[in-house]
């Protein structure tokens, strides 16, 4: 049986990647100033306002345009099938020290169950499209 951490660990160029771009968004030094819960190598359930928290701490204004910037990553964090099983099996929400900020309710719960299985739907049709375009090419080489 895989443990549930497994499933949430992100892939270690996701990771970096993404470390890297959000301390350069919000003007760190580097990697090690970023709060704690994206230290992590797994997915954490985010409060909703992770975003806002961010801009509020470095100093960053609403309309800045970093503050898009901030808010796109924080969305491809999310995006990820590792913060999705994060959303599916975790207990609760945490805000940017790791402080328990809030339960996942049932509804937050389906929400995510219907995206990880629109996700799962993608995945299928991209391998299909996939796979007609290795035949395509296997038969256009004849």
């Avoid at 996701?14 to 704690?36: E, I, R, V, W, Y």
């Avoid at 701490?57 to 910037?69: F, T």
């Avoid at 999705?84 to 389906?110: F, N, P, V, W």
Wanted: hydrophobic share 35%; charged share 30%; with cysteine.
């Amino acid at each position: 049986m895989t443990n549930p951490l497994q499933l949430r660990q992100f892939d270690p160029e996701f990771l970096a990647n993404f470390q890297k771009g959000l301390a350069d968004f919000l003007g760190l030094d580097g990697t090690d100033a970023l709060p704690p819960i994206f230290k992590l190598p797994v997915a954490v359930a985010l409060t909703d306002d992770a975003t806002q928290q961010l801009c509020q701490r470095h100093g960053i204004a609403v309309h800045d345009e970093r503050a898009k910037h901030v808010a796109a990553a924080i969305e491809r964090y999310k995006r990820r099938v590792q913060y999705h099983y994060a959303m599916l099996k975790g207990e609760a929400k945490y805000d940017l020290d790791m402080q328990r900020a809030g339960e996942i309710t049932d509804r937050e719960r389906d929400d995510w169950q219907r995206r990880f299985d629109h996700l799962k739907h993608q995945q299928k049709i991209g391998n299909r499209k996939a796979q007609m375009t290795a035949v395509q090419r296997q038969f256009s080489r004849v």
